[in-house]
């Protein structure tokens, strides 16, 4: 009986420990890899048409999805914006909304969850598919460097891709506000332009968004190469760790657009 009593709090105990164990590793290992990814940037650079083949596989690819998406969002903010803004006599405004909106908070942080989803499992997938082929090792043994060769180029491509996706998103859906407030609704096209122009901040809403977008960009895709590098070399393994991306860069999105909101509205 006492034994029973001691040995449940005991296993419980060590249960926890071992994970936190394992998360501090995984922590470390996923610092250790940015920082060689960083110190072998070198190889990208020199063979940049590496680093554009990941930027076309990556951002090109991702563009039907972000395209789709920032219209029906750009869409539904028109529709959500001229229905609380006219109880309050200020239906012109619904340019500005709109604008803003995607500006300074969607169009990054919706571009980097749908990132995530898309071109972040297919790179944990590939690289998780080179490990599990042997590929990875072949590499080495032909003294070819792994991370200057494969983690490096998709890195840089991922940091390229992301404040672009960011900026097309915006761009489509201001157009999408746009469709539904001036034709669909009636709100008068020279009030929906000029009040967004004299509203937008270049400094204080375009270029905080596109550092957000950065910052999602550099988390997401070092997220994605991390969960490929690390899984087990099985179809289990692989699997297991696409979803991992998924769910740990979509937290770490959310998580990271607070952080950047607090230190952007204080400053």
């Known amino acids: 009986m006492k034994s029973i009593l001691f040995n449940g709090p005991s296993k419980l105990l060590r249960g926890i420990g071992r994970r936190m164990i394992e998360r501090i590793w995984r922590l470390g290992a996923g610092a250790r890899l940015f920082f060689l990814t960083i110190i072998y940037s070198g190889e990208s650079f020199r063979r940049f048409h590496l680093t554009l083949r990941e930027v076309y596989f990556t951002g090109v690819m991702s563009l039907l999805i972000i395209i789709v998406s920032a219209f029906f969002v750009g869409m539904v903010l028109g529709l959500q914006g001229y229905n609380t803004l006219q109880k309050y006599g200020s239906s012109e405004a619904i340019g500005v909304l709109v604008a803003l909106s995607l500006v300074r908070e969607l169009g990054p942080v919706v571009t980097a969850l749908l990132f995530a989803g898309r ?92 550092i957000k977008s950065v910052v999602f960009g550099v988390a997401c895709t070092m997220i994605a190469l991390f969960e490929g590098f690390d899984a087990p070399p099985t179809a289990e393994g692989v699997s297991h760790a696409t979803t991992r991306t998924v769910v740990i860069s979509s937290l770490t999105v959310l998580a990271l657009d607070f952080v950047l909101t607090s230190f952007m509205i204080t400053v």
């Open 119 to 210: 071109a972040g499992t297919a790179i944990t997938a590939e690289i998780g598919l080179m490990k599990t082929t042997e590929q990875l090792s072949a590499m080495e043994m032909m003294a070819v460097n792994p991370i200057a060769r494969v983690v490096a180029p998709r890195f840089w491509a991922g940091v390229i891709s992301m404040p672009i996706l960011a900026a097309l998103f915006s761009m489509v859906g201001v157009l999408g506000g746009y469709l539904v407030a001036v034709p669909l609704i009636g709100v008068d096209q020279g009030a929906f332009w000029s009040q967004m122009q004299a509203s937008v901040d270049v400094r204080e809403d375009i270029i905080n968004g596109v």
